[in-house]
């Protein structure tokens, strides 16, 4: 039985993805990157926010269209999506064979006539990781007990339950064996890892563990929360001699208010108190954060704040989502969608178009430096170009370097480059030292 997979949105499903990959390899199915040619496509599908919901629906509708053209051809759906919205999806698109909740995944062999004796306990053990093999995400816990008022990830992913450090390190020793380097801890509160199974955050005593592990070189932290993000947390960044000196840390927005109105549970204060123990104690760390434009409380006078805030505090990287009213949040009961998509828009652009400035100038800075680098692979345009990353970048997000090398460099080498120059915003070119 040969299979097609799709995987939408973020890393963590990504890691639900490569699960499902590894448990249909065991049960016997072989994969193909041709569609047409699939017995079975399976789409993994993300569900949080309008865009995101579009890009599922458009696949599963692209998918139906090829099976029209072969009737044998079955298609199965889970995820984000399915989660929110199973009865309507079952209703709408009977085309699908099979919508699958998240809770049933480990059936999915059984449910499509696969094996039906394979182990579904220990689903990290068979993964299979579809990232360059030099780098993979670890996911450290699911669900979310925040209450952000605008976001329906806690709805979907349900509370917040972290897996036990044992069996996280022993993820990361197979990972290791594979010739994983670089270690990405992803979950959708990594800072609050620990509190719900050891009833106090535990994510450094899992990171000290994860430190043993001889291949392991980088490891690189997603999803930090603003309250669990201490002095002591970035002192401990400062000691680690294997977390690298970037982090995630989504902010949401800036103004007082309006982090009030989305219940985040912190205000701008903490932000910039971040920061400053950020330049007092690391100030070679890159930042990625992301902010909400358009919240149905958010005046122009609040957005000029947001972007005055962003032009200060100059992050390295910045994703900007627009407000999705989403019904299953306390944000839809509370307000209503005031703010016209048109606006919401043009205050993402201004904000980006700010961004690309600050982005750029923090390029600039590397200029002349030289950064050990991580080599992922090659240019799609020019194939001989390699290129990788300084601890700076995260894989798959931020900007690359390209690498002038006479002598050939693999994927998965460290070596060390001499910035010569910015391209396009976002990327760098050097030559290796
Ligand atoms: S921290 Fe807030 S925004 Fe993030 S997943 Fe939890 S509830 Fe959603």
Redesign the pocket.
Same mark, same amino acid.
């Given at each position: 039985m040969k299979i097609g997979v799709i995987s939408l949105g973020c890393p963590k499903n990504l890691v639900d993805t490569e699960n499902i990959l590894g448990l249909l390899n065991v049960s016997g199915a072989t994969f193909t990157h041709n569609l047409d040619e699939a017995d079975i496509i399976l789409i993994n599908t993300c569900g949080f926010i309008d865009t995101a919901k579009e890009e599922s629906i458009n696949t599963i509708l692209q998918a139906t269209t090829l099976k029209e053209k072969d009737k044998n051809k079955k298609i199965v759906v889970t995820g984000c999506l399915v989660e929110r919205y199973k009865d309507e999806l079952e209703k709408e698109i009977p085309e699908v064979d099979m919508f699958i909740d998240l809770k049933n995944e480990q059936k999915i062999p059984a449910f499509i006539g696969l094996s039906k004796n394979v182990n579904t306990e220990n689903l990290y053990q068979t993964r299979i990781i579809t990232t360059p093999k030099h780098t993979a995400y670890l996911k450290i816990s699911e669900g /979310?007990d925040?209450? /952000?008022s605008? /976001?329906a990830?806690?709805k979907i992913r349900g509370k917040h339950i972290s897996r036990p450090i044992p069996e996280l390190v022993e993820e990361a020793k197979i990972l290791a064996e594979q010739g994983v380097k670089e270690l990405n801890i992803v979950s %959708?509160?990594t800072s609050s890892y620990g509190v719900d199974i050891y009833g106090k955050p535990k994510l450094w005593e899992l990171i000290r563990q994860l430190e043993k592990i001889e291949g392991i070189k980088w490891i690189r932290l997603y &999803?930090l &929360?603003p309250t669990t993000v201490t002095e002591d947390f970035i002192k401990a960044i400062k000691d680690s001699e294997k977390v690298v000196r970037y982090f995630e840390m989504?902010i %949401?927005h800036s103004e007082d208010k309006i982090l009030k109105d989305m219940m985040?549970g912190y205000r701008k204060r903490r932000i910039e108190k971040i920061l400053e123990w950020k330049e007092k104690y690391i100030p070679d760390t890159a930042i990625r954060t992301s902010v909400i434009v358009g919240f149905p409380t958010e005046t122009e006078k609040d957005f000029e704040n947001l972007l005055n805030f962003i032009q200060q505090a100059k992050f390295d990287w910045l994703g900007v989502f627009t407000y999705s009213h989403e019904e299953d949040t306390p944000a839809y009961k509370i307000f209503k969608d005031t703010i016209p998509y048109e606006e919401k828009i043009r205050r993402r652009n201004e904000i980006l178009n700010i961004q690309n400035y600050i982005t750029e100038e923090k390029n600039r800075q590397s200029i002349g430096k030289t950064f050990k680098v991580l080599i992922d692979g090659f240019s799609q345009e020019w194939e001989t170009l390699p290129l990788g990353r300084t601890y700076k970048s995260a894989y798959d997000i931020d900007g690359v370097v390209y690498i002038e090398s006479q002598e050939p460099v693999r994927p998965g080498e460290f070596i060390n480059v001499k910035i010569k120059d910015v391209i396009d915003v976002y990327d760098l070119v050097g030559e290796v030292i």
């Open positions: /979310c925040h209450t /952000c605008f /976001c990830i806690p %959708q509160d &999803y &929360y989504p %949401q985040r």
